[in-house]
């Protein structure tokens, strides 16, 4: 069965308008749902999927944060460690409530989409997935990974990371966070002590993408070295930021001759 794409865009339109679209925040999400839902159809297409795989592929992407938005009108953050899951929020949305209906009528997609919204923000996946769900977690979950890039240039600091502009200017960079981004993986939110770590963990994501074309799409956004490009009056944190634009630029002409 095929994807009714405008139906599933019109159900997220309508589910979106519940809330505050004149929030900033809110509108942070529509924009960013549609950006992933858009990179996830480029990455499947990119694997030469036919068109229906990369209909589901980009329904994946279209539903992977309707959670965010209750997320936000409960706790007035995005911020799990302070709230919630988002991830299992909107699994919940979506399969507890029943809305997934809004979108499509076959039920035979659920347990796929269900794992894949579910999993999307995880340090890891399970190892016991088959390939083809894995497949679908990774296509949405490098989709994510590269517009979150995005966001955290184009939302001051400040707001993402609920910090003060000078607290912002004087952060060190805790060594661990140091350390697992030259280990090239993502950084454990637990190793995160101050305000510049949540940058580096943030470009330490483009370690962890799983397709080629994942890694084009950094490359030609830009997003990346903006985020690199950390505003500091530390020296220390200088010297370090400008030895990771460094190692990140080594490391991605390697995977992208």
Same mark, same amino acid.
């Given at each position: ?13 309508? +589910?979106?308008a ?15 749902? +549609? ?20 209909d589901?592929?980009?329904? *994946? ?16 953050? %995005?911020?799990?460690a ?21 979108y ?29 769900t ?28 609920n ?17 697992? %981004? +030259? ?26 993408? *799983? ?14 070295w903006?985020?690199?490009? %950390? ?27």
């Open positions: 069965m095929t994807i009714d794409r405008r139906r599933a865009r019109e159900a997220f339109a309508g +589910y979106a519940r809330y505050n679209a004149a929030d900033p925040k809110v509108k942070l999400k529509i924009d960013h749902t +549609y950006r992933v839902a858009a990179l996830c159809d480029r990455i499947a297409a990119s694997l030469g999927l036919p068109p229906e795989e990369r589901l592929a980009w329904l *994946c992407g279209l539903l992977h944060d309707v959670g965010r938005f209750e997320q936000l009108r409960r706790y007035g953050t %995005f911020n799990d302070e709230s919630i899951d988002h991830a299992a929020m909107s699994a919940r949305v979506l399969f507890e409530e029943g809305r997934v209906r809004d499509l009528d076959d039920p035979s997609r659920d347990e796929l989409l269900r794992t894949a919204v579910a999993w999307h923000s995880a340090y890891r996946l399970p190892a016991e997935l088959d390939s083809r894995r497949m679908f977690c990774q296509i949405l979950r490098d989709a994510d990974k590269v517009d979150i890039l995005r966001v955290n240039v184009e939302v001051p600091m400040e707001e993402i990371y910090v003060s502009t000078e607290a912002l200017r004087q952060s060190p960079v805790t060594p661990e966070v140091l350390q697992a %981004f +030259y280990g090239h993986h993502c950084v454990l939110r637990s190793l995160k002590r101050f305000p510049a770590d949540n940058a580096v963990g943030h470009a330490s994501l483009v370690f962890e993408l *799983c397709y080629p074309e994942s890694l084009r799409a950094v490359s030609e956004q830009g997003w990346l903006k985020l690199l490009d %950390f505003p500091t009056a530390n020296p220390a944190t200088a010297e370090a930021f400008a030895a990771m634009r460094a190692e990140m630029h080594r490391w991605l002409a390697e995977k992208l001759p």
